[in-house]
């Protein structure tokens, strides 16, 4: 079991920058991939960004160049770095963990809010 808790989304005006945190805790000597994922309003959620336990990392083509993924030395917390945020990046963002045995855990979301 891994449990997830998120923190860090809220309102910022578009060009902004907004710093998100999952932090893990449980069997977390498990987790392969770290990653964030987004769902708007009347939209399918969205895989953002992922960091693989290598230190590997990918992003979603609408991210890349703005939003940086990463995670601290005990691999127990990544965080999810957003600026040049848009208006278009307003959504509740999820964090979640795919462990190498197969079993995935979501995190509870963290609104984010982009004005124009």
Not at 1 to 23: I, P
Not at 50 to 75: E, H, L, P, W
């Amino acid at each position: 079991q891994v449990q997830l808790v998120e923190s860090g989304g809220g309102l910022v005006q578009a060009g902004g920058s907004l710093r998100l945190s999952c932090a893990a805790s449980g069997s977390i000597s498990r987790i392969w991939t770290m990653d964030w994922y987004r769902q708007a309003p009347g939209k399918q959620r969205e895989l953002v960004a992922t960091i693989i336990r290598t230190g590997v990392t990918n992003y979603a083509d609408s991210v890349k160049g703005r939003f940086t993924i990463s995670r601290d030395n005990a691999q127990n917390t990544v965080f999810l770095q957003m600026n040049s945020l848009k208006p278009e990046d307003t959504a509740v963002y999820y964090c979640h963990v795919f462990q190498v045995e197969g079993s995935e855990y979501w995190g509870q979301g963290t609104q984010v809010t982009v004005s124009s």
